[in-house]
């Protein structure tokens, strides 16, 4: 409904390794946004990746990365991992093809990233 | 920093009642104005966009006083369904264009 895939639904790691999140959205649409939803922080904004470029950055640390594809899905990858990254990890799309951000976003499902 | 802020309840309130959520911003540039649901463990849904002339969704009502910076959500006759997270959420509109900014939400209970 939302036309954005994330994987995996779940993923657990250790304190130190590294995690790779994937998302989808629905064909034609180049743009994809991340966030992360922490215990108590509400949605913060991470990265926005348009035509294969990143755009924007939100006030993470570098060790938080990511790319987009040709066909416009993208990976998050989030390195040395720490405790507190323990999260919902959304992605999200606009609503229509060529949306310059902004506006309202349909989110995946999301990929909790546990870590211990 | 350009925040949204909300009361995170929760509002705990029987069925049938009328009950109102505030949400301030402080982006005076900010130009699309939305609430989003989020059910426990869930991804945010689009609730409903948040217009300068107020809009009306059946029991959904939306407010935005630009003036304020405030926005509001109205929600008549409650029903158990409604029992979620209401997310005010705002565009970064002139800093960082490109994302949305989030309110902690306000966790709503509707209790038969």
């Known amino acids: 409904e939302a036309g954005v895939t994330q994987s995996p639904t779940h993923l657990i790691k250790t304190r130190g390794q590294q995690a790779t999140l994937r998302c989808s959205p629905i064909?034609?649409?180049?743009?994809v946004y991340w966030y992360q939803q922490a215990l108590g922080l509400g949605l913060q904004f991470l990265l926005w990746?348009?035509?294969?470029?990143?755009?924007n950055r939100g006030n993470f640390p570098p060790r938080f990365s990511g790319r987009q594809f040709p066909n416009y899905s993208s990976e998050l990858n989030v390195n040395a991992l720490e405790l507190e990254d323990s999260a919902l990890y959304l992605c999200?799309?606009?609503?229509?093809?060529?949306?310059?951000?902004?506006?309202?976003?349909?989110f995946g499902q999301g990929t909790r990233l546990t870590v211990v | 920093r350009k925040e949204v802020e909300q009361d995170p309840g929760p509002f705990n309130v029987p069925e049938g009642a009328t009950v109102a959520f505030n949400c301030t911003y402080s982006?005076?540039?900010?130009?699309?104005f939305f609430w989003y649901r989020q059910d426990c463990r869930k991804e945010p849904k689009l609730l409903m966009s948040?217009?300068?002339s107020g809009n009306e969704d059946g029991r959904f009502t939306a407010q935005l006083n630009r003036a304020s910076q405030y926005i509001s959500l109205l929600i008549r006759d409650s029903k158990l369904s409604d029992s979620a997270t209401y997310l005010c959420?705002?565009?970064?509109?002139?800093?960082?264009?490109?994302?949305?900014?989030f309110g902690k939400g306000t966790k709503l209970s509707v209790k038969p």
């Open positions: 999200a799309r606009d609503p229509w093809t060529g949306g310059s951000g902004g506006t309202e976003a349909f």
């Open positions: 064909s034609g649409h180049t743009s």
């Open positions: 990746y348009d035509e294969g470029e990143e755009r």
């Open positions: 982006n005076s540039a900010s130009q699309s």
């Open positions: 948040v217009y300068s």
């Open positions: 959420v705002v565009n970064d509109y002139g800093g960082s264009q490109g994302n949305l900014i």
